[in-house]
């Protein structure tokens, strides 16, 4: 029962273009959900992360939206440089600190951009 | 402050023996919980600790069993083990509960052959 999704195993995009990552969810009590992002020989990174009472989160070049009447979110990194190359896991938390409040994570997708 | 701590980093076992691997938290963080990563399955969450005690379970075989002391470094034990066992085995230490931006270790990285 996989309740977060990230249904492209690998994307590749030229330098200084749009990365775009997707991420589908299951659960409706789901109401925060973070990006993290993986390199090689190390543990995942926090990227950025949204609140459900919001649809949309900037911070710099990465930018996450949120739709929740789909269910889905996606991570927008512009413009795309060859360091964001990496692993890139999203995850989903529901209410409380009980079952509901653990983070359930993705398959991950691997990014690689190009010079 | 220095970040979380996982030991070892590598580790080879065979079939049926069992392993126990290790994390040191953040300074401060009273929350470490434990996941398998594999290809192609992301993050499989195992178990959360939080001031020693067990606070979420993930869905895996009871051979899996972890506890956390009282100065809130954890260990994860693993019995019997199986070729499927091999994995990223990350820890994440957070304030507390539920906390959302955690913070990971490098893993243990087990290979049962």
């Known amino acids: 029962d996989q309740q977060v999704k990230q249904n492209s195993p690998s994307l590749s995009v030229q330098e200084g273009r749009i990365s775009i990552l997707n991420c589908d969810y299951t659960?409706?009590?789901?109401?925060?959900f973070l990006w993290y992002k993986k390199y090689p020989a190390e543990g995942p990174t926090f990227l950025i992360s949204i609140s459900s009472i919001k649809d949309k989160n900037e911070d710099g070049r990465f930018t996450v939206f949120l739709n929740k009447s789909a269910k889905h979110l996606s991570l927008h990194i512009v413009p795309s440089q060859p360091g964001d190359s990496a692993v890139y896991f999203c995850?989903?938390?529901?209410?409380?600190?009980?079952?509901?409040?653990?983070?359930?994570f993705g398959q991950g997708t691997t990014l690689q951009v190009k010079p | 402050k220095a970040g979380v701590t996982q030991t070892p980093r590598y580790l080879i076992k065979t079939r049926g023996q069992q392993v126990t691997l290790s994390c040191s938290p953040i300074?401060?963080?009273?929350?470490v919980s434990w996941y398998q990563q594999t290809p192609g399955q992301g993050l499989q969450f195992l178990f959360e600790?939080?001031?020693?005690?067990?606070?979420n379970k993930g869905n895996f075989p009871g051979r899996f069993s972890g506890r956390q002391f009282s100065n809130s470094r954890s260990e994860m034990n693993v019995s019997t083990l199986e070729l499927g066992d091999s994995a990223l085995y990350l820890c994440?230490?957070?304030?507390?509960?539920?906390?959302?931006?955690?913070?990971f270790g490098q893993g243990t990285r087990l290979t049962v052959v």
């Open positions: 994440a230490s957070s304030l507390g509960t539920g906390a959302a931006g955690a913070f």
């Open positions: 600790y939080f001031s020693e005690t067990q606070r």
């Open positions: 300074s401060g963080h009273r929350s």
């Open positions: 659960n409706s009590m789901f109401d925060y």
């Open positions: 995850a989903a938390k529901g209410p409380g600190s009980g079952n509901t409040g653990k983070l359930i």
